[in-house]
């Protein structure tokens, strides 16, 4: 398509026109589904907005798990509007006007990407496309033969199409990019030959060990920070995230600023040897216990959906049933329809056709009945089982935190009697150590050495009471949200499942209906 549109009409794409496209591309039995219940745009997989002369992305949120999107021979100016589409695979903007590639982020499943006949002047804004194996940009403005190094980022890239650029008219241009790019398999739609990935490695190689080292380095630290984010992130799924360790008893005299002044009183010292070994202990058996009953919630809710499958699975296996005695029946019933002499015999056929019809469908809805007062029951046992793991989980994380507390209760009474006789051999000049002049501030009088003590012990108190609160906080969202989509789910499979039925009673009923029978003679 021409990139002078200064006689075109820009479109925009709007529920409109992508309803006029999708309809476009139905089938007559999809036609006919969507003349009765309208578009699910979560169901479309595939959508070609091609030659439409849309000028901007937009409005394609509703698309979540569409995989492939045309949206080449347009006149689209930015690439934007694309990050709900998470899904995507295959991506077409060629034959435009994009000078920038940009909004891409989100699409880490794409695996095919064309960008050819655009403006774009550089390689960039592609880093978390680790799943692309094709790529064209062929026929932009690219112009630096170094900036294909970018494309090493790319370990499943095997088809590139940079041909039509102008850094293809360098002299180095072929070996340059095969030994840069060393696993592409297609360069300029041309297969790379042995012979030329030889000639490449032996001109190159000196230029590109180093830069294999620095990758080698790059990608241990990499892959040492992901295992790390990995442990993270299944700690925090089990709720109890950084207490392997000191971090929360660290993270309470952080917040607490009399912390570090009350330290220097003599006898403090002493006080902190034992008790952050001791806190930490109970951190880490909380720890332990959490990670331990997070494979128990796991379990539960496994079992849960083992036990689900197979009640299912024998209902529609006695459902399949029922079909194939009547589709077995229902080809012979069909031809002494069609083969009738009389209308009077063809219609008593079609009656008791019919009658048959009918007792399928009850059948089918008595199934159907059946299974959800099953799955009630199943399903309001699970409720009760998640219930009981959740409180059980909630009893002994409120008793270690109670431990934690009581910590620190200890702590602060041997910190106040520290204070108070400090306090006293200060005022009696009784004191054999120099404290710095903020903590001798403190000791002026019994009251303020009293509330600094308190106000440290109320901050490091907060701290563990936040961190009781977060973990109860999300067992309560766990056990909420998994029995909540376990009867939502049941909820959409019985609706579904009654839709099915009564769709294929239809079409049963107008099979029927559409046989010619010989006319009623008077």
């Keep these: 398509m021409s990139h002078l549109y200064e006689n075109i009409e820009p479109n925009v794409i709007d529920d409109e026109l992508v309803q006029k496209v999708l309809e476009e591309e139905c089938t007559e039995d999809i036609g006919k589904i969507v003349r009765r219940e309208g578009f699910n745009f979560k169901d479309v997989k595939e959508l070609q907005l091609s030659f439409r002369n849309i000028l901007q992305i937009a409005n394609l949120w509703q698309f979540e798990n569409l ?8 006149i689209i100016e930015k690439i934007e509007g694309l990050e ?28 095919d990407l064309s960008l050819y006949s655009n403006r774009i002047s550089k390689i960039e804004n592609m880093d978390t496309l680790q799943e692309l194996q094709i790529f064209s940009i062929g026929k932009n403005n690219l112009t630096t033969l170094e900036d294909v190094v970018y494309f ?16 293809c008219d360098d002299e180095r241009y072929m070996l340059y990019v095969v030994a840069y790019v060393p696993n592409l398999v297609y360069l300029d739609f041309k297969l790379v030959r042995d012979s030329t990935r030889e000639e490449a490695v032996l001109q190159y190689q000196y230029h590109i060990e180093p830069l294999e080292q620095e990758e080698a380095e790059a ?44 330290a220097c009183l003599p006898g403090v010292d002493d006080l902190l040897q034992a008790y952050p070994s001791w806190f930490v202990s109970v951190c880490e058996s909380l720890f332990n216990y959490g990670l331990k009953e997070h494979e128990n919630r796991e379990a539960e ?50 009656a008791r056709y019919r009658e ?15 299974i959800t007062d099953q799955l009630e029951e199943i399903l309001e046992e699970f409720k009760r089982n998640i219930a009981a793991v959740a409180s059980t989980f909630i009893e002994n994380v409120k008793g270690m935190m109670n431990q934690c507390r009581e910590l620190e209760n200890h702590h602060h009474e041997k910190l106040l009697e520290i204070s108070i006789t400090t306090l006293e051999k200060s005022l009696k000049n009784e004191l054999d150590v120099d404290l710095p002049a903020d903590v001798q501030k403190l000791l002026v009088d019994k009251t303020t050495i009293v509330n600094a003590v308190n106000a440290s012990h109320g901050t490091r108190l907060q701290s563990i009471d936040k961190r009781e609160s977060d ?21 959409d499979r019985n609706r579904n499942r009654v839709k099915e039925i009564i769709l294929f009673i239809e079409n049963l009923q107008e099979e029927l209906d559409s046989i010619k029978i010989p006319e009623a003679t008077e």
């Design 152 to 167: 090493r980022r790319f370990k499943h890239l095997r088809t590139l199409n940079l041909a039509g650029n102008p850094l």
């Design 356 to 370: 048959d019809i009918l007792q399928l469908s009850e059948a089918l809805m008595g199934l159907e009945i059946l």
């Design 67 to 74: 995989t492939k999107l045309q949206l080449d021979n347009n």
């Design 84 to 111: 709900s589409l998470v899904h995507l695979v295959w991506l077409d903007l060629s034959f435009n006007n994009i000078e920038v590639i940009e909004g891409l982020d989100t699409l880490v499943k794409l695996q």
């Design 471 to 491: 973990i109860l906080s999300n067992i309560y969202h766990w056990q909420n949200s998994v029995t909540e989509k376990a009867f939502q789910n049941e909820i």
């Design 219 to 262: 990608l241990a630290q990499l892959e040492d920070k992901q295992a790390k984010q990995k442990e993270l992130e299944y700690h925090r799924t089990a709720f109890v995230e950084y207490l392997n360790g000191s971090f929360l008893f660290d993270s309470m005299f952080a917040e607490d600023t009399e912390a570090a002044k009350l």
């Design 301 to 350: 809710v496994s079992h849960f959906h083992e036990y689900l499958n197979e009640v299912l699975t024998a209902n529609q296996q006695e459902g399949r049933k029922r079909i194939l005695e009547f589709e077995n029946q229902s080809k012979k019933r069909l031809e002494e329809i069609h083969n009738a002499t009389s209308y009077d015999i063809a219609e008593s056929k079609r």
